[in-house]
């Protein structure tokens, strides 16, 4: 962490700035609990390399999505602390719940029926199931927007003033995003190859992808009860 620092410290350069920032948030600790949930439900489908490869990719661009469309507003006159107030007070306290209720669905122990006897429905319920990239998508957003103290003081008090003051400006929050998401990109792949492996030579996907469906569920279960803290404090603190 201390080199990074330097990094920041002694070299002017906004872009590699902000790459830098971003890989310092993804191994602080609050913000490493939601990459490992990434690279485990990235890693879930088992289905190929390349699929997770772009799954990651995908968790990425919702990050860069996130990030951009806030600094955006900044940018154009909106107030950085109102802004940070708000996805700093409230992305992790909400996060726990929305991960614990996530975990219970993937378990089975929450069903969720849209009305089976609906063909209309049916459809819809069937092409979900197949936008994986849009899930890891969505899931890179909302994780982006989970703002801990030390990622909210990375993104509003260090990287935002270096969009407000470089040329590069609106540039710099998707290079964070990838600073964020590499270490999730390069886990997920190696993870995904090493099963792919491991599943072709056993011939067990089946057996695997429910394991791994269970395993998953685990990881958002004990990350939502980690990001559960903030709103038990919050509630006491009340």
Known sequence: MEFLNTLIDQYNMPLLSAFVLGIMTSISPCPLATNITAIAYISKDIKTAKHTLISGLMYMLGRAISYTLLATLIYFGFSSFEIAKIFQGWGDKALGIVLILISLTMFGIIKINLGANNKKIEKIKEWLARQGYLRALLLGMLFALAFCPY?????????????LSSTESLLLPPIFALGTGLPVIMFSFLLAFSVEKVSKMYNAMSKIEKVMRYAVATIFLLAGIYYLQYLIKYLINL
Do not use: D, H, K, R
């Open 151 to 163: 990622s909210g003081v990375l993104f509003f008090g260090v990287l935002i003033p270096l969009v």
